[in-house]
């Protein structure tokens, strides 16, 4: 947010009738900052169709997040030839 920095201490021990005018202007600054301010909240972040991209990337990363998860809770594979001995080769008899 801007602020405003226009009246001076030296201003201050001015007398009134040569602080009308720049007071004024002190005045009309500080309204130009409001509505520049205003503008800047009123609008929004994102344009509708960067928002819409942006939703869309964030769901395909949920369900590759999703899938990820489901393929890494799933048990090992469990095959014969993992609980014989290392001497033997799994198409052979010894």
Do not use: M
């Amino acid at each position: 947010f801007k602020r405003h920095r226009l009246l001076r201490r030296a201003d201050l021990r001015l007398p009134v009738h040569q602080k009308a005018p720049r007071l004024r202007l002190v005045y009309v600054h500080c309204l130009e900052i409001q509505v520049e301010n205003h503008c800047c909240l009123e609008s929004p972040f994102l344009t509708a169709q960067q928002l819409h991209s942006h939703e869309a990337a964030t769901r395909v990363a949920a369900v590759q997040a999703l899938k990820a998860w489901k393929v890494a809770k799933f048990p090992q594979h469990q095959w014969l030839e993992d609980q014989l001995p290392n001497s033997a080769s799994p198409g052979t008899l010894s």
